[in-house]
């Protein structure tokens, strides 16, 4: 699944440019435009453009020549150039959904779907998985953050899209989906076979250490995370320990609203969380602490990343780094550092698009090469296999240590 931070549910249906072509546009002989230059206007929107039409309309006119039965499929070469419109912009986050598509897209924002239960992107135009959550079936699996899907099923991921992919390896629970997986440290690619369930997103783990260590496990930034931190923070107080462990690895992110307001516990109101930089588009919004600040500088706090650790969780870390309120313990974050806003097309089709990425209180930009840990450590294979989680025991040697 592909999962974007800050969801902007528009009532406003907008008009794509193709669908306000269609519109308001003089046609000439043999439906070519009479004219290079665009202008439209309606109600909501303008839309006016030097480019040159033309060449639309004779691909147009030669598929309904010469393509059997390409009369009774204009509704699919509509949804076709708005998607060719779309992936022009050579961003794997903006997406045109069709009727189907945003179907699926909709019941994975909600939280329950059928499928493996793992996150996806494009890295270095590879499909990539961030992480798998936990206890789900790509995590039984053995599904790690960083797995190149080079397959799916007999399907080459070269080329494919995130939503495409995605809808491939979806499918109806008890049914079985192949990936054919390139693994840092294999020779060769592995074939994993996984069989698919009703995956339900998990959210939070609290426990006290016998060492006095406080560890909260966050899986997501989901709708009800944030009132879930709460209650964790409540515990950890209760706990009367001063030793806070964050784990964020694996956690691939969720809604902005849910990592401000985890932030806003340790920083005084009105610091800034996160800037989101518009370009030359619009001024940057910044988004600022609400100012529980309930902890002193004797906190002990310690964040958990990786690889699989993306969007909200590099939000939230990366705010607790800038400040000095916390030290990031692991290896680097992933690199997903842009907003995507989910608008209406139609009442059954949506457009995902980019609109802005995202900075940290030091303005360093996370989509350029995620967030770097304080204390690195290396996951190796021989860890792996014996087991052995050496982030998390450096992590517990140093708060232990008192040396933070």
């Given at each position: 699944?592909?999962?974007?931070?800050?969801?902007?549910?528009?009532?406003?249906?907008?008009?794509?440019?193709?669908?306000?072509?269609?519109?308001?546009?003089?046609?000439?002989?043999?439906?070519?435009?009479?004219?290079?230059?665009?202008?439209?206007?309606?109600?909501?929107?303008?839309?006016?453009?030097?480019?040159?039409?033309?060449?639309?309309?004779?691909?147009?006119?030669?598929?309904?020549?010469?393509?059997?039965?390409?009369?009774?499929?204009?509704?699919?070469?509509?949804?076709?150039?708005?998607?060719?419109?779309?992936?022009?912009?050579?961003?794997?986050?903006?997406?045109?959904?069709?009727?189907?598509?945003?179907?699926?897209?909709?019941?994975?924002?909600?939280?329950?779907?059928?499928?493996?239960?793992?996150?996806?992107?494009?890295?270095?135009?590879?499909?990539?998985?961030?992480?798998?959550?936990?206890?789900?079936?790509?995590?039984?699996?053995?599904?790690?953050?960083?797995?190149?899907?080079?397959?799916?099923?007999?399907?080459?991921?070269?080329?494919?899209?995130?939503?495409?992919?995605?809808?491939?390896?979806?499918?109806?629970?008890?049914?079985?989906?192949?990936?054919?997986?390139?693994?840092?440290?294999?020779?060769?690619?592995?074939?994993?076979?996984?069989?698919?369930?009703?995956?339900?997103?998990?959210?939070?783990?609290?426990?006290?250490?016998?060492?006095?260590?406080?560890?909260?496990?966050?899986?997501?930034?989901?709708?009800?995370?944030?009132?879930?931190?709460?209650?964790?923070?409540?515990?950890?107080?209760?706990?009367?320990?001063?030793?806070?462990?964050?784990?964020?690895?694996?956690?691939?992110?969720?809604?902005?609203?849910?990592?401000?307001?985890?932030?806003?516990?340790?920083?005084?109101?009105?610091?800034?969380?996160?800037t989101e930089d518009y370009g030359n588009n619009r001024e940057p919004e910044v988004f600022r602490s609400k100012g529980y600040a309930i902890f002193?500088?004797?906190?002990?706090?310690?964040?958990?990343?990786?690889?699989?650790?993306?969007?909200?969780?590099?939000i939230l870390a990366g705010a607790m780094q800038d400040y000095g309120r916390a030290k990031l313990v692991g290896s680097p974050s992933f690199g997903?550092?842009?907003?995507?806003?989910?608008?209406?097309?139609?009442?059954?089709?949506?457009?995902?698009?980019?609109?802005?990425?995202?900075?940290?209180?030091?303005?360093?930009?996370i989509s350029e090469k995620g967030l770097t840990p304080d204390y690195p450590v290396e996951v190796t294979k021989k860890d792996l296999e014996n087991?052995?989680?050496?982030?998390?025991?450096?992590?517990?040697?140093?708060?232990?240590?008192?040396?933070?």
């Amino acid at each position: 699944m592909q999962k974007f931070l800050k969801e902007r549910w528009s009532a406003v249906i907008i008009l794509s440019v193709l669908g306000a072509f269609f519109w308001g546009v003089h046609v000439g002989a043999n439906n070519v435009p009479a004219i290079d230059k665009v202008s439209l206007v309606n109600k909501e929107t303008q839309v006016e453009t030097e480019a040159d039409f033309a060449p639309f309309w004779k691909v147009w006119n030669i598929i309904n020549e010469k393509y059997p039965k390409a009369d009774k499929i204009d509704q699919e070469k509509i949804y076709g150039a708005i998607a060719g419109l779309v992936d022009s912009l050579d961003d794997p986050y903006s997406v045109f959904f069709t009727p189907d598509e945003a179907k699926l897209f909709e019941e994975e924002i909600a939280g329950n779907f059928t499928g493996v239960g793992m996150e996806v992107s494009i890295k270095d135009k590879i499909l990539t998985v961030i992480a798998p959550l936990k206890d789900t079936p790509a995590y039984k699996a053995d599904i790690r953050p960083g797995d190149k899907i080079l397959k799916i099923d007999k399907t080459i991921t070269a080329g494919l899209s995130i939503e495409k992919a995605i809808k491939l390896i979806r499918g109806e629970k008890g049914t079985t989906v192949t990936l054919t997986i390139a693994r840092e440290g294999e020779k060769e690619p592995l074939e994993i076979k996984i069989v698919r369930d009703t995956i339900d997103i998990p959210t939070i783990d609290t426990e006290k250490r016998p060492d006095g260590i406080f560890v909260i496990k966050l899986y997501s930034f989901s709708a009800n995370s944030a009132s879930l931190f709460r209650n964790a923070i409540k515990s950890f107080v209760d706990s009367r320990s001063d030793k806070l462990l964050l784990d964020l690895r694996g956690n691939p992110g969720g809604y902005l609203n849910a990592a401000v307001d985890m932030a806003s516990w340790f920083l005084p109101k009105g610091k800034i969380v996160v800037t989101e930089d518009y370009g030359n588009n619009r001024e940057p919004e910044v988004f600022r602490s609400k100012g529980y600040a309930i902890f002193n500088d004797k906190l002990k706090f310690l964040i958990l990343i990786d690889g699989g650790s993306a969007s909200a969780s590099e939000i939230l870390a990366g705010a607790m780094q800038d400040y000095g309120r916390a030290k990031l313990v692991g290896s680097p974050s992933f690199g997903k550092g842009s907003v995507q806003e989910a608008i209406k097309v139609t009442s059954d089709t949506l457009l995902k698009i980019t609109v802005a990425k995202w900075l940290t209180p030091n303005e360093n930009s996370i989509s350029e090469k995620g967030l770097t840990p304080d204390y690195p450590v290396e996951v190796t294979k021989k860890d792996l296999e014996n087991k052995k989680d050496a982030q998390l025991e450096k992590a517990v040697e140093l708060l232990l240590s008192g040396k933070l």
